[in-house]
């Protein structure tokens, strides 16, 4: 594939609700631009943008894939993302590579989670929207419903474009408003035919993009009032800058499978989407924290966003990049803005899904990927040391289902924690800890279907297989009630022997560790003995007496004993202060505690008197209700914890996607009889 300049260039992003047909799209778009042999499909598992193993097993995409084609001596870059809310990661890598995003429908399900998600995202990341109403050769498919659950849902910035001929629900031509033409498919080839007699409802649609045209310009605003009607250069001119400004969402429709208005849809991107030179531009911070801004110039210093990296044990790390000034060959050098390292580029490449083809240079606007650069992560800005930007990095959802993971074979734990950091860096929406307290490993992803494909990949790329379970939870002890015992150890077994007394206060205190005073007078016990037993309470406090969790608001009052000039000694206070610790807390009422977290959930306001009601089931107490962005409601709560293991998998399939949440540890509560006695049985179980 020949070089294009920046003017020539459309990166698209591919989004939309599962099951849309957006890798269908993306199949259908390389057949026709590229010829290959034959059509791929889903179903098949041999699409060129779903090529993971994964993929193909789930019929469905787990990640974004890239497909360049040329069309009209244009470049277009797609990023396929997937649309099942567990790999979003997805969607946030596409869409902060793209410029503009397809968001695909579905002419049968209509607008959906996905759709609105998708356009969220476009949103915030201030990329242009256009929609592709997919799936008219089905039965049930209604273009006209569809279309105008779309006006109510994102106004009247909808505009059609192309639009159906529908004789008893089946799909007779597509008529191009833009074009004031008609086509009907033949084996997916277009063939021109009469514009139908549609009644007013052709009228209307005419109308509807011509108003939307006469809003973006104030000389087609008067052209408008005037005569009413556009030329095809005047309506192309008014449509792609509303696009731009994103005061336009053009619509689209067709049938991907059958390669129905898939020209079209091309030759509507070529016109409408903004190109690279337009919008690959931003604006980043220096190592002062000034604003630059980046043109799209070819022959500035270099720079580079890191938007995927993909993690291979045999390859290496191929790190996709997109150009944002500049340009790049395999002698450019660069700096990690990250760690200030430089970076040492090897053979660049364009990639085609699976297959990678060399290339010379990747100017600005375009797309690359280089292989074997170790330091680089997703979301890395790379730059000419001569000019040194920081540019906003991927912005993705954080993982909300936790679970502790273990190896099926014993022994296999640096395996798994090797394979689990490679994947992280791979999919920035997985999260691994080694949690220290617990020696659990803990996995945070996005969902179910998350977990199983690390599961999958983790046996497919690393050699080793794994289990789930809850983690556990970090329970706390503490006392409610003073008390004062002795601790006295004395040990005879010829020679010198062992001897040490202590008297220790043991009382209730604000402190999240063992808190040690001491007021011995007369020297009953020798200042140098006071750190053995401090030391030995200090090891004893990090196990309780009930369930052999730490203690927390203890405080200890060394203030009495005795010793024995010769067989006193360090070791021996000690052990005689784990024996005060023994006989104390068990009498000073001790208690279980248990972590309580601060959480905000985020609905749709139809929602909130189920997540109250949840929340109760789960002992939590709310808090109050604020008004969010995207018109959703946050839910304030105090919940347990341990309560919260499910509660990504219950949010998802009480709000159909709508909702999310944030969970934030707080604060240690004594826990309820009940739930006390519960955890020391199983502690007590597995002791």
């Known amino acids: ?28 778009v390389y057949y026709l631009t590229a010829k290959p042999d034959r059509l791929g499909k889903v179903a098949d598992g041999n699409t060129v943008s779903d090529f993971d193993p994964e993929e193909i097993r789930r019929g469905a995409s787990v990640s974004t894939s890239i497909i360049p084609i040329e069309w009209q001596d244009t470049k277009m870059n797609l990023l396929d993302t997937p649309g099942l809310f567990d790999f979003s990661g997805g969607l946030s890598e596409g869409i902060r590579a793209a410029g503009s995003a397809l968001i695909v429908v579905s002419g049968k399900s209509g607008v959906a989670v996905g ?14 929207k256009l929609f592709f109403i997919n799936k008219l ?11 105008e659950e779309l ?23 597509y008529v191009n408003l833009l074009e004031d033409r008609a086509y009907k498919y033949e084996n997916g080839k277009a063939v021109e035919v009469p514009i139908p007699d549609m009644g007013d409802r052709l009228e209307e649609l005419r109308n509807t993009m011509y108003e939307a045209v006469a809003e973006t310009d104030e000389e087609l605003m008067d052209k408008y009032f005037s005569e009413g009607t556009f030329t095809s250069d005047e ?84 790190v996709y990049f997109k150009v944002i000034s500049g340009k790049i060959t395999s002698d450019t050098a660069l700096v990690n803005m990250r760690t200030g390292a430089s970076e040492k580029l090897g053979k660049l490449y364009t990639v085609c899904g699976k297959k990678q083809s060399e290339a010379s240079c990747i100017p600005a606007g375009d797309i690359g990927a280089v292989a074997k650069l170790a330091s680089a992560n997703t979301g890395d800005t790379l730059c000419a040391p001569s000019r040194q930007v920081t540019l906003p990095g991927v912005a993705f959802e954080s993982p909300c289902l936790s679970m502790a993971v273990s190896p099926k074979n014993k ?16 999919d920035p929406t997985i999260h691994f ?73 043991f009382e209730p205190c604000d402190s999240d560790e063992l808190v040690f005073e001491e007021q011995v007078f007369g020297g009953a016990v020798p200042k140098n003995f006071f750190p053995a037993v401090e030391k030995g309470l200090r090891d004893s406090a990090a196990r309780g007496t009930l369930a052999g969790f730490p203690m927390v608001g203890l405080k200890a009052t060394l203030v009495d004993g005795s010793y024995h000039p010769v067989d006193s000694s360090e070791m021996a206070f000690k052990t005689a202060a784990s024996l005060a610790y023994k006989a104390g807390i068990p009498q000073a009422s001790p208690v279980l505690l248990e972590p309580i977290g601060l959480l905000r959930c985020f609905v749709p306001g139809d929602y909130t008197g189920d997540i109250m009601g949840d929340v109760t089931k789960r002992r939590g107490r709310v808090l109050g209700m604020n008004p969010a962005e995207d018109n959703l409601t946050c839910v304030e709560a105090d919940v347990p914890m341990a309560e919260m293991a499910d509660y990504a998998v219950m949010l998802r399939q009480l709000t159909q996607g709508r909702g999310y949440f944030t969970l934030e540890f707080q604060r240690y509560e004594e826990a309820p009889a009940a739930v006390a006695a519960k955890v020391i049985e199983e502690y007590k179980t597995e002791e």
């Open 1 to 28: 594939m020949k070089q294009y300049a920046a003017k020539n260039i459309r990166n698209v992003a591919l989004a939309g609700h599962a099951a849309t047909g957006k890798t269908t799209l993306a199949e259908a």
């Open 115 to 128: 759709t609105e998600k998708a356009f969220r995202a476009a949103s915030k990341k201030g990329i242009a």
């Open 137 to 147: 050769d089905r039965e049930s498919a209604d273009f006209y419903r569809v279309f």
């Open 151 to 173: 006006k109510a849902t994102f106004g009247s910035m909808v505009c059609p474009i192309v639009v159906p001929y529908v004789v008893e629900h089946k799909v007779q031509c």
């Open 235 to 318: 309506l192309i001119r008014g449509l792609a800058s509303g696009v731009r400004h994103g005061d336009i969402a053009p619509v689209f429709c067709g049938s991907a499978q059958d390669l129905c208005g898939i020209d079209q849809l091309l030759n509507g991107l070529v016109w409408l989407a903004p190109w690279a030179e337009t919008v690959a531009g931003e604006t980043g911070v220096d190592q002062d924290g000034n604003e630059i801004t980046l043109t799209v110039d070819e022959s500035a210093p270099a720079t580079a966003i890191v938007f995927k990296t993909v993690v291979d044990p045999f390859v290496g790390k191929l």
């Open 411 to 426: 022994g296999d734990e640096d395996k798994v924690a090797a394979g689990l950091t490679r994947l992280s860096e791979e």
């Open 433 to 505: 800890v080694q949690n220290a307290e617990t020696k659990e490993m803990v996995l945070s992803v996005l969902g179910d279907q998350h977990l199983d494909v690390v599961a999958s990949k983790l046996k497919s790329k690393f050699g080793v297989e794994v289990t789930f379970a809850p983690p556990k939870v970090p329970y706390r002890e503490t006392i409610r009630k003073k008390v004062k015992v002795q601790g006295r150890h004395k040990k005879q077994s010829g020679g010198h022997g062992q001897f040490g007394d202590v008297w220790i206060e």
